[in-house]
């Protein structure tokens, strides 16, 4: 069984609009984080950041809707966003 890797950006250039994102979800949790190194968390203070960024991010991912098509009377279109992070 091979594994991917997705733990990477695809934009090198997010990385410091991630670690904003990452520095604001921990305040929104009460965890304190800080540039660099950050060792010191406890499993569970590590996990409620990453889970604070992914709640924030899943209802973004999953806009999906169904719209009436533009170019074909009475048939429909399914339109799904794939939507970035603006931090």
Known sequence: MSSKNTNKLNVPEARAAMDKFKMEAASEVGVNLKEGYNGDLTSREAGSVGGQ???????????????????????KVEVRYIAAITV
């Not at 999953?62 to 170019?71: H, P």
């Open 53 to 75: 960024m992914v709640k924030k991010m899943k209802s973004v991912r999953r806009a999906n809707y169904t719209r009436a098509d533009r170019t074909a009377i009475g048939h």
